[in-house]
């Protein structure tokens, strides 16, 4: 009984919309996997950091940030710019799926226009947080872009950056 009223109070309050956080572990993954997968057009972009919903496929991505550590389940330092001597980019996502089931999401990292890896991460209920890193390294100033994109490469929010 005990574990029924604490999950039905979780759904009612990730339904709500009043849910600060998810109790179940952030899933961090080095960009470096690779996987073949076509993404279609994203529909917007954002610089650095995005907050409110963009839904698609059934993906929702509440909170988005390009930022250079993660801390507690949260992005730190989120900036639109680094510089090449920064080291790592993280690119933080909290997303939910419709129905609170099991998922995935992909980050697919491009830099001036080149895709350079897709990271697929797992979902796990309404509201989930997680993040991928991609290593900067010293030559590679330019324009960025990770695609939030759902297990099937339809692209749910892009989130630009720069490294200058």
Same mark, same amino acid.
């Given at each position: 009984? @005990?574990?029924?009223?604490?999950?039905?109070?979780?759904?009612? +309050?990730?339904?709500?919309?009043? #849910?600060?956080?998810?109790?179940?572990?952030?899933?961090?993954?080095?960009?470096?996997?690779? $996987?073949?997968?076509?993404?279609?057009?994203?529909?917007?972009?954002?610089?650095?950091?995005?907050?409110?919903?963009?839904?698609?496929?059934?993906?929702?991505?509440?909170?988005?940030?390009? #930022?250079?550590?993660?801390?507690? @389940?949260?992005?730190?330092?989120?900036?639109?710019?680094?510089?090449?001597?920064?080291? @790592?980019?993280?690119?933080?996502?909290? %997303?939910?799926?419709?129905?609170?089931?099991?998922?995935?999401?992909?980050?697919?990292?491009?830099?001036?226009?080149?895709?350079?890896?897709? %990271?697929? +991460?797992?979902?796990?209920?309404?509201?989930?947080?997680?993040?991928?890193?991609?290593?900067?390294?010293?030559? $590679?100033?330019?324009?960025?872009?990770?695609?939030?994109?759902?297990?099937?490469?339809?692209?749910?929010?892009?989130?630009?950056?720069?490294?200058?």
């Amino acid at each position: 009984m @005990r574990a029924y009223t604490f999950w039905t109070t979780a759904l009612i +309050l990730a339904l709500a919309g009043a #849910c600060a956080h998810d109790d179940k572990p952030s899933t961090a993954a080095s960009a470096q996997t690779k $996987q073949v997968a076509k993404p279609a057009a994203a529909t917007s972009a954002t610089s650095a950091t995005m907050q409110g919903p963009s839904t698609k496929a059934g993906i929702a991505v509440q909170e988005a940030a390009a #930022c250079r550590s993660i801390q507690d @389940r949260a992005p730190v330092d989120s900036a639109e710019a680094f510089p090449t001597t920064v080291g @790592r980019v993280y690119l933080y996502s909290k %997303v939910g799926v419709d129905g609170g089931g099991d998922s995935s999401v992909q980050h697919v990292w491009y830099f001036n226009g080149t895709k350079l890896a897709t %990271v697929t +991460l797992p979902v796990r209920g309404a509201s989930f947080r997680t993040h991928s890193s991609k290593v900067i390294q010293d030559s $590679q100033k330019g324009d960025w872009r990770v695609d939030i994109a759902s297990a099937q490469g339809e692209v749910v929010k892009s989130v630009t950056f720069k490294v200058e």
